[in-house]
């Protein structure tokens, strides 16, 4: 009789330090915040680039080898969310625009560096949370994001004079699905780490304008590029706790 009754406060007992250590997790009604360090990684290949305009007249002329590949970036990352079940939560993910370097590939290799590019990538999805052990909790999130540059521009002389003058750039921006996957470890009940990440399936298309000195017009070339970036995000997070009544 004694061993039973020994047995029951145990169980008893692991199940309140069980509930205990949970009780860190979030819970529904709660809103949370993090910054961290956001590396990118785009996973670049592009189409060779097509002059499509010469002066007034229309054209479809490819120029062989000549390819670009997007650099990698780091950022400081912020994100806020909100749960509005204890599993179920919607999440904000944004982060200081961060600027890649758009390098030449193929004949265009030897240039190095000929451009670049500040992308604004932020991304809202719904985010689902499962405890794996006490403290520590997996998340699965699907969403969408508005991708956008600013600030493009050539920076190669070289590429200048070879599309015949001075070249402008504009990049075009897209809607796009986003995935993430991540895991949090809660320190306290309201302070947690975490890191997580994303891919985003994107394509866009850069478009060239030259001021053709030679021969006095305005050239337009275009290329697309696919940039399918995996984003890795470690962060430091805060949950701001309901008020007991």
Not at 46 to 67: C, F, K, W, Y
Not at 101 to 116: T, V
Not at 123 to 144: D, E
Not at 153 to 169: A, E, V, Y
């Amino acid at each position: 009789m004694k061993d039973h009754r020994f047995i029951r406060k145990l169980m008893l007992l692991s199940l309140m330090t069980l509930w205990g250590l949970y009780a860190h997790a979030q819970k529904a009604k709660e809103f949370y915040v993090t910054t961290g360090w956001m590396y990118l990684a785009p996973q670049s290949k592009s189409s060779t680039l097509h002059m499509v305009r010469a002066g007034d007249q229309p054209l479809d002329m490819e120029l062989p080898n000549t390819a670009v590949r997007l650099g990698k970036s780091n950022t400081v990352g912020l994100s806020g969310g909100y749960f509005f079940t204890d599993h179920w939560a919607v999440e904000l993910t944004a982060g200081i625009p961060p600027k890649f370097d758009i390098k030449g590939w193929d004949i265009l290799e030897p240039l190095g560096k000929i451009a670049e590019t500040t992308a604004w990538t932020p991304i809202l999805q719904i985010k689902y949370r499962q405890p794996i052990i006490p403290k520590l909790n997996a998340s699965l999130s699907a969403g969408f994001t508005y991708c956008w540059f600013t600030s493009s521009k050539i920076t190669n002389n070289q590429l200048d004079l070879m599309l015949g003058g001075p070249t402008d750039m504009r990049i075009s921006g897209a809607f796009r699905p986003a995935f993430s996957g991540g895991i949090t470890y809660s320190i306290t009940d309201q302070w947690f780490v975490g890191g997580n990440f994303s891919v985003i399936p994107l394509s866009v298309d850069a478009t060239l304008t030259t001021r053709n000195q030679t021969e006095n017009r305005l050239d337009k070339y275009k290329i697309n590029v696919d940039l399918n970036p995996i984003m890795t995000y470690a962060t430091v997070g805060y949950v701001f706790k309901k008020r007991k009544k």
